[in-house]
T-cell receptor, first 112, second 114 residues
Framework: SQTIHQWPATLVQPVGSPLSLECTVE??????LYWYRQAAGRGLQLLFY??????ISSEVPQNLSASRPQDRQFILSSKKLLLSDSGFYLC???????????FGQGTRLTVV | GENVGLHLPTLSVQEGDNSIINCAYS??????FIWYKQESGKGPQFIID?????DKRQGQRVTVLLNKTVKHLSLQIAATQPGDSAVYFC?????????????FGKGTKLTVNP
């Protein structure tokens, strides 16, 4: 069966520091991969998605970037964090063309 | 743009009762809908999905109803248990792409009282 791993679970970072969140999927090949952000008490906002290695689409302009160095690895990064980057970050995957998505357990990022 | 919305932000029920969580959507082109359950501090968990060519689909203790005439989606949970306490999201996909086209509602918080 397919599983998705996301780490770390929680992270506290100072303003201006770099960020690297990692997500990996097991049990499938060539998945579509996604990064979402969820503000407290709110819905999910799609940040990035990838349909293959090195292919990244950005949904909203922001201080973050994403990379997919391997088929089942998706990384969310920032060179300099802002206070507004605080939030709950979720990685998700789906089969190509399937209209749904399956989520990881999330990373709670607090920028101080 | 058109979004998925929710009638009630919170719902409180007694253990053992049936729960009904509602969702209104406005994009008539949406042809796929999902319900997710999100427990505190965790990622959303897929519960059940339904395509627009169906009006009802049943899972284990859950039923999703789709009324395309009034653009309404509901999730029914039978014999609600304390472990069902969570935020429930509906999501729609207009079918013009893959999962990147999912649009999420803001969520309904379900509290189950013992």
């Amino acid at each position: 069966s397919q599983t998705i791993h996301q780490w770390p679970a929680t992270l506290v970072q100072p303003v201006g520091s770099p960020l690297s969140l990692e997500c990996t999927v097991e049990g499938t090949s060539n998945p579509n991969l996604y990064w979402y952000r969820q503000a407290a008490g709110r819905g999910l906002q799609l940040l990035f998605y990838s349909v293959g290695i090195g292919q990244i689409s950005s949904e909203v302009p922001q201080n973050l970037s994403a990379s997919r160095p391997q088929d089942r690895q998706f990384i969310l990064s920032s060179k300099k964090l802002l206070l507004s980057d605080s939030g709950f970050y979720l990685c998700a995957w789906s089969h190509g063309g399937y209209p749904g998505a399956f989520f990881g357990q999330g990373t709670r990022l607090t920028v101080v | 743009g058109e979004n998925v919305g929710l009638h009630l932000p919170t719902l409180s029920v007694q253990e053992g009762d049936n729960s009904i969580i509602n969702c209104a959507y406005s994009n008539s082109a949406s042809d796929y809908f999902i319900w997710y359950k999100q427990e505190s501090g965790k990622g959303p968990q897929f519960i059940i999905d339904i395509r627009s060519n169906m009006d009802k689909r049943q899972g284990q203790r859950v039923t999703v109803l789709l009324n395309k005439t009034v653009k309404h989606l509901s999730l029914q949970i039978a014999a609600t248990q304390p472990g069902d306490s969570a935020v429930y999201f509906c999501a729609e996909n207009a079918g013009q792409g893959g999962s990147e086209k999912l649009v999420f509602g803001k969520g309904t918080k379900l509290t189950v009282n013992p």
